[in-house]
């Protein structure tokens, strides 16, 4: 069965830096698109960001453009994000998800950001 | 970068049929077959109950159906029973490369 696992959150003050990992596992990973989605305390769900098999391609929404970098590590069956300049807005449970056919087919249980002083 | 729009709430008896709309523009929704819905129980993680529109992935109850007119998809849950009673998303991809969630649905079985 898939399973993808996250982990990295935490609490994290305004300004502050933090690295999201998402460890995959019972599939291809190289051969699928991955991204992290997110979900605000009590909140809808809000794409953040997908990447290329290879690498190759990204894609941000732009809240977040220019402060944090989707990677992915094929070799080791990981995807990442680093996320730089937090704001208390970013403070949401992030959901690695794979990239199935024009959907989300499977997602990790989430790890929660808190950005607060 | 706005969500698409979805009602907040949808309510129906057990048995009856609902429909939740997800509208947005020709940029998403209405240029693309790419409409996608998910269910979210309370605590758990998201589920895709639709894809492409109108797909159902295995194992989802063929009581869970899609449509799609102009810039408006619907999802429509018919026999509706209280496992169902959850908030229900829409997504889409948005021109150029980015994807766009709906405001989400909560659905309320009476």
């Known amino acids: 069965e898939v399973q993808l696992v996250e982990s990295g959150g935490g609490l994290v003050q305004p300004g502050g830096s933090l690295r999201l990992s998402c460890a995959a596992s019972e599939f291809s990973f190289a051969t699928y698109w991955m991204s992290w989605v997110r979900q605000a305390p009590g909140k809808g769900l809000e794409w953040v960001a997908n990447i290329k098999q290879d690498g190759g391609e990204k894609y941000y929404v732009d809240s977040v453009k220019g402060r944090f970098t989707i990677s992915r590590d094929n070799s080791k069956n990981s995807l990442y994000l680093q996320m730089n300049s937090l704001r208390a807005e970013d403070t949401a449970v992030y959901y690695c998800?794979?990239?199935?056919?024009?959907?989300?087919?499977?997602w990790g249980q989430g790890t929660l950001v808190t950005v607060s002083s | 970068q706005s969500a698409l729009t979805q009602p907040a709430s949808v309510s129906g008896s057990p048995g009856q049929s609902i429909t939740i709309s997800c509208t947005g523009t020709s940029s998403d929704v209405g240029g693309y077959n790419y409409v996608s819905w998910y269910q979210q129980h309370p605590g758990k993680v998201p589920k895709v109950v639709l894809y492409?529109?109108?797909s159902r992935p295995s194992g989802v109850s063929n009581r869970f159906s899609g449509s799609k007119s102009g810039n408006t998809a619907s999802l429509t849950i018919s026999g509706l029973q209280a496992e169902d009673e959850a908030d229900y998303y829409c997504a889409s991809y948005r021109s150029p490369a980015s994807w766009v969630f709906g405001g989400g649905t909560k659905v309320t079985v009476l």
């Open positions: 998800a794979r990239d199935g056919d024009r959907n989300w087919d499977h």
């Open positions: 492409g529109v109108s």
